[in-house]
């Protein structure tokens, strides 16, 4: 029987973590900044889906267009567009399944750090008034088949560890967002943390769980989420990082009332 496109996607991405974390920890200052490593997943990823037989290629359409920029304009009915592409802000969540205003899901600078496109259908793209390539960066979550964080920076410095949860709860936001749609959608947040101790790197520095939440309660209104070691049955999101010197593969879920956080450790 032929794989789904969701399980070979999960092989690929799979794969492309592991790759890049082994990579990492082979050589932590290979890639000074967190864009590199954003950069350089993007080409693994291109890579494994070329090996597990996704289209590292979708087609795409302009199916909006801003004012006053339809006359004269002229765009081929295909846009091939690569699989992998950074820096998207995804729309489609701005109402809930009871049709209420929610909160927008925002993120650093409004943009998840790396998707990838669906192949069913083509890619609607929203084209600006300022030139026939002006494409802004706002693609619909039906879209999309996957959101990724990548995050690299020391859990050891004090406002971080709050930037992470975020970019987790927003990755959970995404997730729920999805399933009340009826459509699928992988989640991933990578993060290489700088406190780390790594080969012939050392330092009396020792790394926070990042995933706890501080002593200083946190506004109420913000989710909670829990670290779990088994892939769950309810939506979650895929939890990447570096544990032992071995990359660590976790997973979370929305946390409920009486749930207890995992500790730090395997």
């Not at 998707?115 to 039906?142: H, Q, Y």
Request: include cysteine.
């Amino acid at each position: 029987m032929a794989l789904t496109n969701d399980v070979i996607l999960d092989k690929a991405l799979d794969k492309a973590c592991r790759r890049i974390f082994a990579d990492f920890i082979q050589n932590p200052l290979l890639l000074l900044r967190e864009i590199n490593l954003q950069a350089r997943l993007q080409s693994i990823i291109q890579e494994e889906l070329h090996v597990v037989g996704y289209p590292t290629t979708v087609p795409a359409k302009i199916t909006k267009v801003k004012p006053n920029t339809e006359k004269g304009w002229n765009s081929p009915r295909y846009i091939p567009l690569q699989s992998t592409q950074l820096e998207i802000k995804i729309s489609g969540c701005e109402i809930n399944s009871e049709n209420k205003a929610i909160k927008a899901i925002k993120g650093r600078k409004g943009r998840t750090d790396a998707v990838i496109f669906k192949n069913e259908k083509k890619v609607g793209l929203t084209r600006e008034g300022n030139g026939a390539l002006d494409i802004i960066s706002c693609i619909n979550l039906e879209h999309i088949a996957a959101a990724i964080e990548i995050k690299a920076a020391p859990s050891h410095f004090g406002s971080i560890p709050e930037g992470l949860r975020e970019d987790v709860r927003k990755l959970l936001k995404l997730k729920k967002c999805s399933e009340e749609q009826k459509q699928t959608l992988q989640a991933h947040f990578l993060y290489f943390d700088k406190s780390l101790s790594i080969a012939e790197y050392e330092s009396p520095v020792k790394p926070k769980a990042w995933h706890k939440e501080t002593k200083k309660p946190e506004k109420p209104e913000k989710p909670k989420f829990t670290i779990k070691r088994k892939k769950p049955t309810e939506p979650f999101v895929h939890i990447w990082d570096i544990f032992d010197n071995e990359v660590r593969l976790r997973y979370a879920v929305e946390k409920h009332l009486g749930t207890v956080l995992f500790p730090f450790g395997r």
